[in-house]
């Protein structure tokens, strides 16, 4: 036990801050603890600072959309750790989704280019397969098929008959 105000330990070598200054005494902390560089006041829940003066900003919950509170030097005095689908001072502001991934114009328009050119080909194959079943059809020349369907020409009408021979 010491004898000096303001001293505490066996041979009062270290320095007590605490009792030195009325520093935690205000109805915000509830104790008082020395360090090495002066004296900090453990604060009841909800306050902080040096000597808990200042109320939590976190404890109001600022940061909407699952938004993780810290506090902060900042003018506000605390931070907001968004999701990662929201921004803003305190995650209020849903990301706009076409920033968030440049690449999904090329997730749609790579199927739907894909389609339509798989389209295209099949409408090709079609069309050609139609035009050679049309000419196996139309447009080629085969005896055989005009001996059966064409009618019957007579080559009596076509040719005139040679003069007659006259004798002397």
Known sequence: MCLFIGYIGLNCETRDFCSEQEFCEDQNSVSCENTPSGADCVCKDNYLGSNCGVMDPCTSNPCSNRGVCSNSTVALGFTCQCDSRFTGT?????????TADPYLAVYIAVPIAACVIIAIIVGVVIFIVMVRRKRATRGRYSPSRHEILGPNLQMSGMLK?????RLI
Request: negative net charge.
């Open 161 to 165: 008959p040679p003069p007659e021979e």
């Open 90 to 98: 305190t995650c209020e502001s849903p990301l706009d989704t076409t």
